[in-house]
């Protein structure tokens, strides 16, 4: 597939045209950032680990009917998508207390949230994504109330999907944010679900898998995305506690894995 012009570089990824209308090809840089781009830093191969990842999570929703703008992936850290109309709204699915909304309400962090509490804030960086309600999303005109309820449900569909497989690997799914975007009347989800984007925590030690390590020097960031890497994209074949050997990716694998899934010893 032909990659074109530059259509938008975001902090981490950049899109880019193809020789089709409504193809477009996500790349996944190996830039991480947090803090608003207050902390930044460029970590090898860290673009591939998250691209795997995000392609495992759209196939899986994929075969499970949830509609996203995943098509397929072109090299370890490129995939073509569909081109969506984006809407700029930051929708997170929270299952357990951690991050702003402990550092902004009365939450004790840990503190379970059953039913799981949905979060949207706006997708502006120059007004750094302030929390929204259902009045002001509509009054913004960013969505129609019933485009709101169906991202809503989409939400949460795929905050079950993802919990369930998750857990079989002993992962908690603390907390995770998601994109959607319009392909005609359809919404899709879009952008990306990874490490950067999730809050994941071992279910039995309760340490971050995460960007959160990066965020808050936790250890080695990169050590943890190679680890939780291959813990997720095993999630599926093996169910937690069945006898299984880690899955190695040869260097320059093709199949839009990341090269190096090998878990690596324990910090
Ligand atoms: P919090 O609001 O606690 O900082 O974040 C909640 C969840 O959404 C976390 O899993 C976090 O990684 C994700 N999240 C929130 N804002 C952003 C963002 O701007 N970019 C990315 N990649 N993830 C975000």
Avoid: C
């Avoid at 902004?104 to 994504?129: A, C, M, Q």
């Amino acid at each position: 597939m032909k990659q074109g012009k530059l259509l938008y570089a975001g902090k981490a990824k950049s899109v880019f045209h193809t020789g089709t209308r409504d193809t477009l090809i996500v790349e996944f840089r190996d830039d991480i950032t947090a803090f608003d781009g207050g902390k930044k830093d460029t970590l090898k191969n860290k673009g591939s680990y998250n691209a795997g990842v995000s392609a495992f999570f759209f196939e899986y929703l994929e075969k499970h009917g949830v509609k996203t703008h995943f098509l397929q992936m072109l090299d370890n850290h490129r995939m073509a998508v569909r081109r969506l109309e984006m809407i700029p709204l930051e929708v997170i699915v929270r299952n357990v207390a951690a991050g702003s909304i402990v550092r902004n309400y009365p939450f004790k962090e840990g503190t379970k949230l059953d039913p799981p509490v949905i979060v949207i804030d706006f997708k502006d960086d120059s007004r750094h994504d302030p929390m929204l309600n259902d009045d002001l999303i509509v009054a913004l005109k960013l969505a129609t109330p019933s485009e709101l309820k169906k991202i809503k449900k989409i939400a949460l569909e795929i905050n079950r999907f993802l919990s369930a497989l998750l857990a079989k690997q002993g992962i908690l799914l603390v907390d995770f944010k998601i994109e959607f975007g319009r392909q005609g009347k359809t919404i899709r989800l879009g952008d990306e679900i990874s490490m950067d984007s999730m809050r994941l925590w071992d279910k039995k030690t309760r340490e971050s898998l995460d960007k959160d390590v990066y965020r808050f020097n936790k250890g080695d960031v990169m050590a943890t995305y190679n680890r939780v890497a291959g813990r997720i994209m095993n999630a599926e074949a093996h169910p937690a506690g069945a006898q299984k050997k880690p899955a190695v990716q040869k260097k320059g694998a093709v199949s839009g894995r990341p090269a190096a899934a090998k878990p690596k010893a324990k910090k």
